[in-house]
């Protein structure tokens, strides 16, 4: 396991208790670079959307924790945040969310010649996703091709 994903499950372990008691689900957590610092971030939702106060009820609760138990080598900002209209597909509740839906794909490289497709999300497993693209063709994409899956905005 990487130090990334490290920082990553142990602040997740540490944020669920939280999130229970507001009722509130956990999106993701991420340890990312950005320019010159390192963000320690926290998405997370609610039924009907979370809200800024939400936000930093969660921030309240977990900064001292962190201070305390000072897991992470070297400074960084640590966030809670909602996770968008854009959100990835990452778990097992995110696909099931979003079956029938339309989503967007974007893979690593390209397949077919493309690296963006988008289709209504028909099937999914550990391994795999299926979509019907607006011809009707059935698509089946390995997950480990797959760089981002999210719901389709459309506006």
């Known amino acids: 396991m990487s130090r990334r994903e490290a920082y990553e499950q142990k602040t997740e372990t ?4 939280i ?4 009722h509130f689900e956990l999106v993701d957590v991420e340890y990312v670079k950005e320019g010159s610092t390192w963000y320690l971030r926290a998405y997370i939702d609610k039924e009907g959307g979370i809200t800024v106060n939400d936000c ?4 309240r609760q ?3 924790i962190l201070d305390e138990l000072d897991y992470i080598d ?8 909602s996770p968008g209209l854009g959100r990835p597909l990452k778990k097992e509740k995110d696909y099931q969310r979003n079956l029938g839906k339309k989503v967007e794909i974007r893979t690593y490289r390209p397949i077919r010649h493309a690296k963006e497709f988008a289709g209504i999300l028909k099937a ?3 391994k795999t996703v299926s979509v019907v693209d607006e011809e009707g ?3 089946a994409f390995e997950k480990s091709e797959i760089a981002l899956i999210r719901q389709a905005l459309d506006f």
């Open 14 to 17: 540490l944020l669920l208790p």
């Open 19 to 22: 999130l229970e008691q507001y």
């Open 56 to 59: 930093e009820a969660v921030a």
């Open 62 to 64: 977990m900064n001292p």
């Open 74 to 81: 070297g400074p960084y900002t640590f966030e809670v945040s």
């Open 124 to 126: 999914y497993d550990d």
């Open 137 to 139: 063709e059935e698509l």
